[in-house]
């Protein structure tokens, strides 16, 4: 089978033929059965690629790795070459904290030594003052933090015709001074993207928010 | 108390964590990530080389890994950019090998073709071993575009070539593999 | 009039005027847990090994008393599906712990020796004694805390918190109102709020820890002399002002300083993001207290007729 269609076969499955062209393929098609053939085909052949399942090599090559990055050894972080920061400690605390559902804010006050390494506490002349790289790594950690915010809020307004509408005055009110605050840390971070202290408030005032909605979500809930 | 929490079982969340935790340095949060990732790693390793090579570059995927973690910044998700990484390295180990631009077989079945690698074709292959079987080029293109959902555009940059000849390639080799579909 | 209700049975108490009397034997070891949605929830507490019930509740209201194991627990019943409003003031024995909650619910506990929770949305939780855990919850009241000891977690959302002559651990929080600490003996204390000032006056252990926190408003911390403690003070915006010299040994960046004053074992973070931060001794904490008080009296002399 070998006419002037068949190397445009694969084409035509992927989607990439152009209007006119696909048109004439496919009156093609309605009359050439081995096309009609090798385009099943072709299409089983992308399916069972897809389908493919990922084999575990047959030896562990973890040792091999493990050895070859030093691990289990102490690492004295200031000889890493990369801008060990807060926003990244804060990445990694945040992201804690949200897996464990609000448990483990001390963490952020006192950072958790990682198994495997020791920590030297890094000097501010440690840091390395590459705002851009601080203000992205803060946005990772709001974007995670607002995420959650976003999915509390919506269960909020869900449950919120269980409470009086006092109380709901009253929530929005603290949720709008949380936010303002939330909003006030965020300038002044961005005016300055590496600072601890400002990296650490921003981060305490929207856990305060998380905390506030998870709690008045509890409340809604247990009203009858 | 923290030890506690990082117990848990592997989510989105916990690999992005987990990502975190390594890149400042913790070597137990980068094992929990290579154990999840290792199997995808391997297997494109193995598909795009061959099965001799697969663990010595898998091991230096993930070493890299380890080194450029400071430059992973969570906007994708760590499994792709870990993915993207290992196929960096593959590539970078494919102008190593000294693999030249213009094998590219335009025969009808590249697999009877003199480059076979296995000595006895007759015996029955599965789909994976015909795969392996492959020309170099025609297998990465087919892995790279139907295993693994990279675009023409993309692979033509990535191997060197002009998309043309990516299409070109996939298509030989999905021709190829049609008979290898049921075993 | 005496009752005794045998255990899991539950027993609806509804006279015909709008008020309850019972009194109820308790095992040693009992707790009580009362369940109001509006209404006051007052407890009392005695010597003898019975709780007294005395509520209000309208004719139309019932409660709802019973034991089960070693829990007596106090509802305000409910006719035709809609909760009923009732006013509670029981008088249990001082080693009883309570679980207190309601929605529209005041809560006060006088004279506990045990451990209590109280919850509730709109009204405000006033508490003397207590002892072991010890949790406050409040939405849209004010939360008071006095002579009480033990693992205390106080909070409000919408109002003020106030812990006096309290010990043990201690945290303490509000979005919209102040955090004040006084006669505080404790290695292990929280303090937060959003919109509002925090002051803390108490002991500075070896190897505590101390935080205290705002957005707006102004910390005022009372720093004995001799303390030992490793003082973190921040502020984006505020003026940092102590009364004594601070001895600046250690570290600064922009918007944050540490301080070690003595040996630096305990460690202190104030942190205040537009307000001003404080460090006093004690005794003028309590000078400018009793000034306030003073002011207060006045203010409120003159507004009478």
């Not at chain 3, 009752?3 to 015909?16: G, S, Y």
């Not at chain 3, 139309?60 to 009923?84: C, F, N, Q, Y």
């Not at chain 3, 979005?175 to 959003?194: P, Y």
Request: with cysteine; charged share 25%; net charge negative.
């Amino acid at each position: 089978m070998n006419d002037q269609w068949t190397d445009r076969l694969s084409e035509y499955v992927d989607g990439e033929l152009a209007n006119g062209e696909r048109g004439a393929l496919e009156a093609h098609l309605a009359t050439c059965a081995a096309c009609r053939g090798a385009v099943a085909e072709l299409r089983q052949v992308v399916a069972r690629a897809r389908s493919l399942e990922d084999r575990a090599p047959q030896t562990d090559l973890w040792s091999g790795v493990a050895k070859r990055i030093g691990a289990g050894q102490v690492v004295d972080i200031r000889s890493r070459r990369f801008s060990f920061n807060v926003p990244q400690l804060i990445a990694a605390s945040i992201a804690l904290v949200l897996l464990s559902g609000g448990g483990m804010w001390v963490a952020l006050r006192r950072p958790a030594t990682p198994s495997g390494t020791r920590i030297v506490t890094p000097r501010p002349d440690d840091f390395t003052m590459n705002a851009s790289a601080d203000r992205q790594a803060t946005r990772i950690w709001t974007g995670r933090t607002d995420a959650a915010i976003a999915d509390l809020q919506e269960d909020l307004q869900r449950n919120e015709g269980r409470l009086d509408t006092a109380t709901v005055r009253v929530v929005r009110e603290n949720l709008a001074l949380i936010d303002r605050a939330i909003g006030q840390a965020r300038a002044a971070l961005d005016a300055d993207p590496g600072n601890a202290y400002l990296n650490l408030h921003l981060a305490d005032t929207m856990r305060r928010k998380l905390e506030l909605l998870r709690r008045i979500n509890a409340i809604a809930a247990a009203q009858s | 108390m923290p030890r506690q929490v990082l117990e848990v079982t592997l989510t989105a969340d916990s690999v992005a964590a987990d990502a975190a935790l390594a890149a400042s340095g913790d070597a137990s949060a980068f094992e929990r990530l290579y154990r999840a990732h290792v199997n995808r790693v391997h297997s494109l390793v193995r598909r795009m080389l061959d099965a001799d090579e697969a663990d010595d570059l898998t091991q230096d995927v993930f070493v890299r890994a380890w080194d450029k973690l400071s430059t992973f910044r969570g906007e994708s998700a760590f499994g792709t950019w870990l993915h993207r990484l290992a196929v960096n390295v593959v590539l970078a180990r494919r102008k190593t090998l000294g693999v030249e631009r213009g094998r590219f077989h335009s025969g009808e079945n590249p697999l009877e073709g003199v480059s076979g690698r296995r000595e006895t074709p007759e015996i029955s292959m599965d789909f994976e071993e015909a795969l392996a079987n492959l020309p170099d080029g025609a297998r990465q293109v087919f892995v790279l575009h139907d295993v693994e959902g990279y675009r023409h555009e993309e692979i033509a940059q990535m191997l060197g070539v002009v998309p043309g000849t990516s299409k070109s390639q996939l298509h030989h080799a999905r021709m190829a593999l049609r008979r290898y579909l049921d075993r | 009039m005496l009752t005794t209700i045998a255990a899991a049975v539950l027993a609806t108490l509804a006279p015909m005027q709008g008020e309850t009397d019972t009194t109820i034997a308790v095992p040693a070891g009992a707790s009580l847990s009362v369940n109001n949605f509006g209404g006051a929830i007052v407890i009392h507490t005695w010597t003898q090994n019975r709780v007294k019930v005395h509520a209000e509740h309208g004719s139309r209201g019932s409660i709802e008393a019973s034991l089960v194991g070693t829990t007596l627990t106090i509802k305000a019943g409910s006719r035709h599906g809609s909760p009923s409003v009732v006013d509670f003031d029981i008088t249990v024995p001082a080693e009883m712990a309570l679980n207190l909650s309601g929605t529209y619910t005041e809560i006060e506990v006088n004279g506990s020796k045990a451990a209590i929770t109280a919850e509730t949305v709109d009204g405000s939780i006033d508490v003397r004694g207590g002892s072991g855990n010890i949790m406050l919850n409040s939405v849209q009241g004010s939360v008071t805390l006095a002579d009480a000891t033990g693992r205390i977690e106080v909070n409000s959302i919408n109002e003020s918190v106030e812990l006096s002559n309290v010990s043990g651990q201690i945290k303490a929080e509000t979005t919209n109102g102040d955090v004040t600490l006084w006669g505080i003996k404790s290695s292990s204390v929280e303090a937060t709020t959003i919109n509002g000032d925090v002051e803390y006056e108490g002991t500075i252990t070896d190897a505590g820890t101390y935080t205290f926190t705002s957005h707006n408003g102004d910390i005022q911390i009372s720093i004995p002399e001799g303390a030992n403690v490793t003082l973190t003070v921040a502020t984006a915006n505020g003026d940092i002002d102590a009364s004594f010299p601070l001895p600046f040994r250690g570290t600064r960046e922009k918007h944050r300083y540490t301080f070690k004053l003595g040996t630096g074992s305990a460690r202190m973070e104030a942190e205040s993001f537009q307000g001003d931060i404080e460090l006093r001794r004690p005794a003028e904490m309590r000078e400018h207290q009793k000034e306030k008080e003073k002011d207060k009296d006045h203010e409120m002399e003159q507004e009478e007729p």
